[in-house]
């Protein structure tokens, strides 16, 4: 008896490690997870005005039409911060639908709200080197 248990709390414990290990690789995930994910950072980023974690998740070939490439976007975060535009920040996802096509992704609506005021965002992001990162965005508005 006492060696059907101990077989049994090995199996548990392997099984667990085993799932934890998956949980922290990214491995089986889906592309919509691993999406959700990115974007996560992206808001944490953001919110806590973190350059380096929010430049973490940008392309090298970001591009829009507000922004022509990432050291642009990046000066321009870097000014709304130094400003306090982005006191009080908060990203909100949970409208947020995500549509993938190849290895392209599409995230809208994502809200950002903070003292300067709330705006709708479309977030692009595309799989290089099978990590998925911010490479466009669209503001509602501008």
Known sequence: MNKMVWISGASLTLALALVAGC???GAGMSDEELVQMQLETWAQGLVEQDMDLFLSTVSENFSARQ???KETFAGFIAQAM???YLEEAEVFL???QIVIEDDVASVYPVDLMSI???VAVEVVLT???GEWL???LDIDGL
């Open 23 to 25: 949980a922290t690789t």
């Open 67 to 69: 922004a022509p490439d």
């Open 82 to 84: 130094d400003a306090g």
């Open 94 to 96: 949970d409208d947020a």
């Open 116 to 118: 300067a005021g709330s």
């Open 127 to 129: 799989k290089e080197d």
């Open 134 to 136: 911010v490479s466009g």
